[in-house]
């Protein structure tokens, strides 16, 4: 009996032994290759088996090329009968794993993986090596995972329209896009600068000299927007960025203060007598070669005004910088910067029946003219410079020009309709003005709350408050980390100090309750290419942009959620419901 128990004893010990997976069965390995410098190991592990974060290790086999460090996925904890608590993965791993090429071209990897696991039931395998091959492409004739991912997106879609339709299907649809992008900031810097150029011709203005004026304006500014299209997508670098820094924002803004200081009457602007006459003869309408510094102006608005990427402008560059198409890319582009100078041109030819032709109606028009060129400079210089200077600066923007409409002086007891509306708008300019100018020596920093930090209780209030809690990455591969690291979706948000809509949606779209109520689930990571640096120029191509705003959204195992990247400012509610989509 007792040799039966024995016997049987054996049999289930057996048994439960065979049980057991080979561990190439429990943990099978594969290889992707996700760009030319990028390499995914997944492991597939069987149910019942985990396999230790700590654990792997990679090699090149031969010396072909170094391999970085692996972004590993935050493990589930566990107390672990060998190690104690550590972190392991259950059902699946994806590890990415960048390789630091010396050449180019395609490169065959051959690559060494150590892994270590165990089984539930209590069998723990001794550390298993597989060795697998995986060939990587080109990286300068592969298009970023970025790229590919963003096709399910507006500017993804947009690049494909630009793909699958015909030529002038492409033209008609950058056309209306340009028209779309005249109603946003883009665009509206331009009108005063552009008013004051036809403004600033006095008694000369006609239907045909304004329109000839502003068209001169928008070829400038379509030629530019074309040029810079081309070399943005070819060269795969957000080219406006370039411009944007102190010393070239403070030189432009500069020309609108010359410009302004002409309009007030301290001098006239105009080229030598000689060259005049000479240039008039090409000119036609456009006398003593005006319409050669129209055009010029034209180019530098489009070029430091209006830098702004949207998702057609997006969509325009992620087509050429795939295909290298730069004629069907500059030519859409030219079109589309035709579209978004429509404005304009409405404006250049009621210009000149509308505007007073002589007396003092017009000085007081070219007056006004000057203080919306100098509103531009202020508007252009805003994004590198303390925001108390800003707000000093709208101060007496406002305060001075409501000086001059009669704001402190009494009217007469017979005074008109007319005189009276200018006072009363001095008087809300001057007391606008008084307001920025207290709540800026008083310690606030938002010029649309100037006086918080006045209100009982309450100390100085700055544009600090309410904000989000982003957490920068400033490389690929600390994002890497951070992405597979959190546990949780992530949003990426890409930004710059010169980006006007990346402030907008700072201050109007990231401030909403709602908004910020929604992304409390979320880890948020804020990505600033204010530099253009290397690290910055890597980040925008590894996701197919070309600048800011951009906002990439990831799930939890640190995929990027297709088709629900976010180009261009959204306000509240738009943003609200593309959150929506991506958590539904």
């Avoid at 995914?40 to 010396?63: C, M, N, P, Q, W």
């Avoid at 590993?72 to 904890?77: A, F, I, N």
């Avoid at 906002?551 to 640190?558: K, L, P, V, Y």
């Amino acid at each position: 009996m007792r040799l039966l128990f024995v016997l049987l004893s054996l049999l289930l010990s057996l048994a439960h032994a065979e049980e057991f997976l080979d561990p190439a069965v429990a943990f099978k390995p594969s290889l992707k290759a996700l760009d030319g410098q990028t390499v995914e190991v997944s492991y597939e592990i069987a149910k019942g088996y985990y396999l230790y974060r700590d654990k792997f290790r990679f090699t090149v086999a031969g010396e072909t090329t170094t391999l970085g460090q692996p972004v590993l996925p935050k493990g589930k904890e566990k107390n672990d009968d060998n190690f104690g608590k550590v972190e392991v993965y259950y059902k699946s791993v994806a590890i990415r794993l960048p390789v630091e090429r010396n050449a180019s071209g395609p490169l065959a990897l051959k690559l060494n993986l150590t892994s270590q696991g165990c089984a539930d039931a209590g069998v723990c395998y001794p550390p298993q090596t597989q060795t697998l091959t995986v060939d990587l492409p080109d990286p300068a004739s592969t298009p970023s995972q970025g790229a590919a991912a963003a096709e399910g997106d507006e500017s993804g879609q947009i690049a494909s329209t630009l793909k699958d339709a015909g030529f002038w299907a492409n033209l008609a649809f950058f056309f209306l896009a340009g028209l779309g992008l005249s109603l946003t900031p883009c665009v509206f810097p331009m009108i005063p600068i552009l008013s004051g150029i036809i403004a600033g011709q006095g008694h000369k203005n006609s239907h045909a000299r304004g329109f000839a004026l502003s068209l001169a304006y928008v070829l400038g500014m379509a030629l530019t927007y074309a040029a810079v299209g081309v070399a943005a997508g070819l060269s795969g670098t957000l080219v406006s960025a370039a411009l944007q820094n102190p010393w070239v924002l403070g030189s432009f803004a500069l020309v609108f203060v010359v410009l302004s200081f002409s309009m007030f009457g301290f001098y006239e602007l105009q080229l030598p007598i000689a060259l005049q006459s000479k240039l008039s003869e090409e000119s036609g309408h456009l006398q003593g070669g005006r319409g050669l510094g129209v055009f010029a102006m034209g180019a530098l608005s489009a070029l430091i005004v209006g830098p702004c990427v949207a998702a057609p402008l997006a969509g325009a560059l992620l087509y050429i910088g795939q295909t290298g198409d730069a004629v069907l890319g500059g030519t859409a582009l030219f079109v589309m910067a035709i579209g978004m100078g429509m404005p304009l041109l409405a404006v250049g030819l009621a210009g000149g029946s509308l505007l007073p032709k002589t007396g003092p109606w017009m000085e007081a028009v070219k007056k006004g003219f000057g203080v919306l060129l100098l509103a531009t400079a202020v508007w252009l210089i805003s994004p590198v410079i303390p925001a108390v200077v800003q707000m000093l600066a709208w101060a007496a923007l406002l305060i001075i020009p409501a000086i001059y409409l009669h704001a402190l002086d009494p009217l007469p007891p017979h005074a008109k309709g007319w005189p009276r509306f200018w006072k009363g708008i001095g008087i809300v300019m001057l007391l606008t003005g008084a307001a920025l100018l207290i709540g800026a020596l008083a310690g606030s920093r938002d010029p649309l709350q100037p006086l918080a930090g006045l209100r009982a209780g309450q100390g100085a209030v700055t544009t600090t408050s309410n904000k989000l809690p982003f957490e920068p990455v400033a490389s690929l591969g600390e994002l890497e980390q951070k992405v597979l690291t959190a546990g949780q979706p992530v949003m990426l948000d890409f930004y710059a100090d010169w980006c006007v809509s990346c402030k907008e949606m700072e201050r109007f779209t990231f401030t909403d309750p709602a908004v910020q109520a929604k992304l409390a689930g979320f880890k948020l990571l804020k990505a600033d290419v204010t530099a253009n640096s290397a690290d910055d120029k890597a980040l925008l191509a590894r996701f197919g942009l070309f600048g800011p705003p951009g906002i990439i959204f990831f799930d939890a195992q640190g995929r990027e959620i297709k088709g629900q990247r976010i180009v261009g400012f959204q306000d509240g509610a738009t943003f609200l419901a593309a959150l929506n989509r991506v958590t539904g």
